[in-house]
């Protein structure tokens, strides 16, 4: 792994960050393997601004003298106009993807570490991959994105690399899923008992409004049934409980309540499936070499055409009802109040459990 600047934080870079002055911000490349320390192999680290950055003719590394532009996504009001009538007829707004550009300084002792610095860079960087851009003040607390390259460099050295101890790079950075997000907010539900009913409580610290995700553990018996409010229970509506099961002994199922996004993912390990074990074999080794064992909705489709599908049949047939109600963002993350979610259990046992999350969104990484 690549850790630029290597070793740990200057005495001035400790002054800084006590003081709260200035943001940290920092990128990791996609990719590698994770080890047993945490650090992950492959991969490489760049800090660019705060205290942890490089200083320049002290150690190399990649500087950001003027912060980032573009932190915030653009977005379109989506309207309806007649012929004759006066304004528009607004139905929604849609955010297109974050195009974050920065200007960064690439300074080294040598020109041979900054013939280094720059190919590790370039590198790190792919129009096809994602990589992981952290943003963190005292005040504003820890927001990531997912960026990937946007547009080639536009700078072009004026002398030969190895005869230079400072380099200019333009950079263009496009995230497709728009927004910044942060550590999210988690609460589990382990009921003890056949039937049971609870208050689970999640916290959304993001401008946007946000949908949970509910992982269901059956337990160790057949017949689990999880049922849940349309969104926080003081939410219009939130009284029609969504309805799923029942499941079968050890299975886990990952519910999505965004109405976008697939609802109904099968996370079961080691199942036996239904369908000929020609099929099975056939679909697993398509799964292990086209999509690295991580099933997709189109090829969860093609495998109920191989008859390869759980006990019960399609997963999303047990799905009773439909999610309409998210849980509302603030202005500002202090600002949150925690929100509510009922849940029951029904069918279930001492090992049958669910695991509420829900990942903040927010427009602009900074203020508390």
Known sequence: MGLYPPGQIMPYGAKLLT???????????????????????????????GAARSWPGVTDGMVMPGGLKGMSPNFKHLDLKGARQAGVT???????????????????????????????????????QRGTLEHWTLDGGYWFCNPRLHSVWADQPKKS??????????????????????????????????????????????T?????????????????????????SGAPGSTNMITFGPLKAGQIVLLTTEDRLRGVVDLTPNQVLTGSQTSQNFMQQLISLAFNNNTPPLLAWFESLFGIL??????????????????????????????????????????????????????WPEGN
């Open 19 to 49: 003081q709260g002055i200035d943001e940290n911000i920092w990128y990791t490349s996609p990719g590698g393997t994770a080890t047993a320390t945490g650090i992950t192999a492959g991969q490489s680290q760049f800090y660019l601004a």
């Open 90 to 128: 607004w139905t929604g707004t849609v955010y297109d993807a974050m195009e974050i550009d920065c200007v960064l300084e690439a300074h080294a002792r040598t020109p041979q570490g900054l013939s280094a610095l720059s190919s590790e860079w370039v590198g790190s960087w792919d129009p096809t």
């Open 161 to 206: 690399p190895r005869r230079l101890l400072y380099r200019k790079f333009t950079h263009a950075m496009r995230v497709d899923d728009a927004f910044w997000k942060s550590i999210d907010s988690i609460n589990t539900f382990q009921p003890g008992v056949a039937n049971a009913s609870t208050f689970m409580m999640l916290s959304n610290i993001g």
């Open 208 to 232: 946007q409004v946000a949908y949970p995700r509910f992982l269901c553990y059956a337990g160790t018996s057949d017949g689990a049934t999880f049922s849940f409010s349309n969104g926080p």
């Open 310 to 363: 759980p006990p019960q049949g399609p997963l999303y047939a047990l799905l009773q009802g439909r999610w309409t109600n998210g849980m509302s963002g603030v202005a500002r993350p202090s600002w949150a109040q925690p929100q509510y979610y009922t849940v029951q259990i029904s069918g279930g046992n001492a090992a049958t459990k669910v695991i509420g999350s829900v990942t903040p969104l927010r427009t």
